[in-house]
């Protein structure tokens, strides 16, 4: 089992940043894929960006350039730094630990960007 507990979201203006962080606890080996995901009210959850253990990263083209996702693996936590955002960023973000077939997510975080 892997516990996710996510924390930074919050309101901020269009243009603003904000700095999402996800702690993994619990049942981690090497060989795992972390993310994050956000679903819009009325929308499907989509795949913001991903990092593999070995630091390989995957972007939705809709943040790349302005998003950053990161991990410190000694401390089994995953960042997204979201910059220049949009409105139509605002969304419930998700952080996601994926591991062979096994996905674990978080209890997700609010992200809201007022225009």
């Known amino acids: 089992q892997v516990q996710l507990v996510e924390s930074g979201g919050g309101l901020v203006q269009a243009g603003g940043s904000l700095r999402l962080s996800c702690a993994a606890s619990?049942?981690?080996?090497?060989?795992?894929?972390m993310g994050w995901y956000r679903q819009a009210p009325g929308k499907q959850r989509e795949l913001v960006a991903a990092?593999?253990?070995?630091?390989?990263?995957n972007y939705a083209d809709s943040v790349k350039g302005r998003f950053t996702i990161s991990r410190d693996n000694a401390k089994n936590t995953v960042y997204l730094q979201m910059n220049s955002l949009k409105p139509e960023d605002t969304a419930v973000y998700y952080c996601?630990?994926?591991?062979?077939?096994?996905?674990?997510w978080g209890q997700g975080t609010q992200v809201t960007v007022s225009s």
């Open positions: 996601s630990f994926t591991l062979g077939r096994y996905d674990y």
């Open positions: 619990g049942s981690i080996f090497r060989g795992n894929v």
């Open positions: 990092i593999t253990n070995g630091g390989t990263t």
